[in-house]
């Protein structure tokens, strides 16, 4: 094979890769149109190239329909004006004291990050995602402020916090089209300037505003994979399931969990929190399936629920390889329509990635879980324990009083689960009635547990 030959092959491919992405993506663009996100970004996180390319994905979100507010920190250039005239910050419990002289730094490092930040906003270069964008940036006095004041004693000076913010003002300037961008601070009515937190501004705002995504780039995962993917791992169930867990391993991060819950829990749909070491990570996370980053939405986006009709050619796609293998026994559409109530699905953002059947056997008043999958790209991630989870929880609600399993290949997963083995006289007559002794399934049974 030739050189030429070879690029053109390479070409192809990644022109192949790039139609895919496009094709995968369109149903993100069509749902994210006049949609509001609320960004929180640091200016610790970034180097300038990665502040410059960040820039550009949020200019081609709004190019796309997005609304958008910016709520930016310049920590960097805060910590830069603090040294050059030899000043710190004193903290009490956990709350930055701003004086006068520290009153100053604020205002020239936030000066410095808004015009940084316009800047970027108004490069048009050729070969960039900028060329031929207009977009317009509009900030003012959007943020009413008032004074933390005196707390156990300490004065804490020009530190404050939200009073209100402009709503109607917000709005019109989305509706130009333009991006709000909010410096973290705020003006009394009395005209003083406090400081606010910017992330607790962000999500205020957010909240305030019903915005339908709260987007935090943080520096706080310590540039570990290996955390970011535990920290994924335990939200696959909510924040307040595991609150003790995400404080004890990461304690840095809790902060922004206790906002991501409560923006959720007041108008929010989802909040977002990513990592800022990644080029792109902002349209990685909205326009793949699986994102780069954590998610903590009202209802968890794998969300387990009771099928409905438009699922079944879906759970038959789930089942069609298990029943090719000889895993499952051979179920058709007609059976799956005829016992749909009996059926949860394990919903991921609109695609049904596992499922679950509970019959109930109503004379012995026992239960059998069957068609227990989880696609394969999601195994390994503990859906298929919540799957289970769900079903004991529906039987004990139903006060059925044992559920058992047949099994040719998940006899280990169902004993670490509790299930204990049984013998074929265990079952109820309607499914000795069934029962296929050529598959010779193993049979695994559960008492359910009444006492928690």
């Not at 936030?110 to 509009?138: A, D, Q, Y």
């Not at 390889?321 to 059926?343: A, H, Q």
């Amino acid at each position: 094979m030739t050189d030429s030959t070879g690029k053109f092959l390479a070409d192809r491919a990644e022109s192949i890769r790039l139609v895919g992405w496009f094709r995968s993506a369109a149903p993100y663009i069509n749902l994210f149109k006049n949609k509001l996100f609320v960004t929180s970004v640091s200016k610790k996180n970034f180097s300038s190239g990665n502040l410059a390319r960040l820039i550009q994905d949020l200019s081609f979100l709004r190019a796309i329909g997005v609304q958008i507010i910016l709520v930016f920190d310049p920590k960097d250039l805060l910590d830069e004006e603090l040294d050059r005239r030899k000043h710190s910050l004193i903290f009490e419990q956990g709350v930055p004291i701003i004086d006068d002289k520290a009153a100053e730094c604020f205002k020239a490092a936030i000066g410095m990050m808004r015009i940084e930040l316009e800047s970027l906003f108004s490069t048009k270069l050729p070969n960039t995602s900028m060329n031929f964008s207009n977009i317009k940036i509009i900030s003012g006095n959007f943020v009413d402020a008032k004074p933390i004041g005196i707390h156990k004693g300490v004065n804490f000076c020009k530190t404050g916090d939200l009073r209100k913010i402009d709503v109607s003002s917000i709005k019109r300037a989305l509706d130009l089209d333009a991006i709000v961008l909010i410096s973290p601070l705020g003006f009394s009515a009395t005209g003083e300037l406090f400081f606010l937190n910017s992330e607790k501004l962000a999500s205020d705002i957010a909240s305030i505003m019903g915005a339908n995504k709260l987007i935090f780039i943080t520096d706080s995962l310590n540039n570990s994979r290996k955390s970011f993917s535990e920290i994924r791992e335990l939200l696959t169930k909510t924040y307040e399931e595991n609150k003790l867990s995400i404080i004890e391993k990461f304690p840095r991060l809790n902060y922004l969990f206790e906002l991501a819950n409560s923006a959720c829990n007041n108008n929010v749909d989802r909040t977002h929190i990513l990592p800022y070491e990644q080029d792109g990570e902002i349209l990685l996370e909205l326009f793949t399936r699986d994102g780069v980053g954590i998610m903590v939405s009202k209802n968890q986006i794998r969300n387990i629920r009771p099928a409905v009709p438009a699922d079944i050619n879906s759970i038959l796609s789930l089942i069609y390889p298990f029943k090719n293998d000889g895993t499952l026994t051979k179920r058709d559409k007609v059976d799956i329509e005829r016992n749909l109530s009996s059926y949860i699905v394990l919903d991921h953002d609109g695609q049904i990635c596992g499922c679950a059947c509970l019959n109930h056997y109503s004379e012995e008043n026992v239960a059998e879980i069957s068609c227990l999958i989880v696609r394969p790209d999601y195994q390994q991630k503990g859906e298929g324990s919540r799957l289970l989870k769900h079903v004991l929880e529906k039987a004990k609600r139903n006060n059925i009083k044992q559920i058992f399993a047949l099994t040719t290949k998940a006899e280990h997963w169902f004993l670490e689960k509790g299930f204990i083995r049984g013998e074929k006289y265990v079952l109820p007559k309607g499914k000795i009635q069934t029962y296929e002794p050529s598959r010779n399934s193993l049979i695994l049974i559960k008492s359910i547990d009444y006492q928690n």
